[in-house]
């Protein structure tokens, strides 16, 4: 692989991380709302998940899908179901000063997503299976394939990462700002108004 397109990769895949998606909303939310330390999980399952989403894309999912675009059309519509079913949750998240005292918290109370929960989420994500498949159809030469795949997968893993994290990073920021119950529910609101809002150009796509 030479320099110039391995730089092009990597442009590609800073870009396409560090930009507002359903993944950079989510984490901006549980930022403000749980912190970085508890966020981690979620941020390492994001990465986790573009990874091996993007090894299967090249190995013939990504192909699979633009062959059968029925099953990329029940991959939307399930994809979708499930953010509006998130930002809901989004919505409703309550501050922790909120939770303070009530027994129940533990158990009931909000929490932040795993990294199993944040891995799977890759799968039913819209944007992130245009992002991959875009990624091995431009980068991966079909005569040098598990090379150039695994090259561009490492570099764009390893670019996500630091690129999602970011957004925690930001929302964690904006605790001192938003102490008041208040306006710490008005952030989620919006936050997830813009998780849903980001659905209609993924929708729009096609693989």
């Known amino acids: 692989m030479s320099p110039a397109i391995l730089s092009a990769a990597a442009m590609f895949g800073f870009v396409t991380s560090i930009t507002p998606g359903p993944n950079n909303m ?5 930022g403000l709302n749980f912190g970085v330390r508890r966020t981690l999980p979620h941020m390492f399952g994001i ?26 059309l029940v991959l939307k519509a399930v994809g979708g179901v499930y953010m509006l079913w998130l930002a809901w949750h989004i919505a409703r998240s309550a501050p922790p000063r909120e939770l303070e005292g009530k027994a129940s918290a533990a158990s009931s109370g909000p929490r932040p997503m795993s990294f199993l929960g944040a891995v799977a989420f890759q799968w039913v994500n819209p944007k992130a299976w245009v992002i991959v498949v875009t990624a091995v159809a431009t980068y991966v030469a079909p005569n040098n394939l598990v090379r150039d795949l695994i090259i561009v997968t490492g570099v764009c893993g390893l670019i996500n990462l630091p690129s999602v994290g970011v957004w925690a990073v930001f929302g964690a920021s904006l605790r001192r700002l938003l102490r008041d ?3 710490r529910r008005r952030f989620n609101v919006t936050m997830a108004a813009l998780l849903v809002v980001s659905l209609w150009p993924l929708l729009a796509t096609s693989p």
């Not at 989510?26 to 549980?30: F, K, Y």
């Open 47 to 72: 990465s986790i998940g573009y990874v091996v989403l993007m090894l299967a894309a090249g190995l013939g999912l990504g192909e699979a899908l633009r062959e059968v675009p029925a099953a990329f």
């Open 181 to 183: 119950p208040l306006w």
């Open 26 to 30: 989510m984490l901006l939310a549980s």
